[in-house]
């Protein structure tokens, strides 16, 4: 059956790094798997005062998320942690109290950087967010990426040096996915 994987995306960057590697790793997985995009630039900032009259975006990024079989963050790292972007986005889809859309939604946690280790300090601090939310995440393999020429072919899929590696990495993820299920 038809498994639906909501993708947050850390990045609003026309050029992103990140947005393509989502897309390249989409290509990865089996053909069950539905792969969709979540916009995150129209939400506003989080403010608690609007918890019971949320807006139309925020109304729509929770009832994505609640659709989803599973979830996949692909984030760059802004100073050692996760960007705005996608705490803001986490914070709304978490609130009102008792509402959120995460519990037991299957995660993995990947990103790209130009820096040698990757985002990987990013990937820390989300992990422990998602582990506040019960969302279980994909803890092997680690998958720190680092933006250099041929991470993508002219197709935009993931070049050769690091297509065996990724692979690996979402067939374990799918696995995750599955496991996981409902
Ligand atoms: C960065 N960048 C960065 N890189 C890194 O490896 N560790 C870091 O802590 C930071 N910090 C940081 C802060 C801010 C505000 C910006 C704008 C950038 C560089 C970052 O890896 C690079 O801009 C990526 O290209 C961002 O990912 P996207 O937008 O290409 O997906």
Redesign the pocket.
Known sequence: STRKIAVL?????R???????ALALARLAPEQLEFDLLELGDLPLYNQDDDADQAASVKRLKAQIAAADGLLFVT??????I?GVLKNAIDHASRPYGKSAFPGKPAGVIG????A???A??QQHLRNVLAYLDVPTLGQPEAFVQ?KDGLFDDDGNIGADSRKFLQGWMDAYVKWVNLHAR
Do not use: D
């Open positions: 995306v850390g990045s609003l960057r050029e992103s790094f990140n947005r393509r590697l760059p790292e802004y100073n050692r942690s960007p790209v950087s130009i820096g280790i990757g985002t300090l990013a933006a």
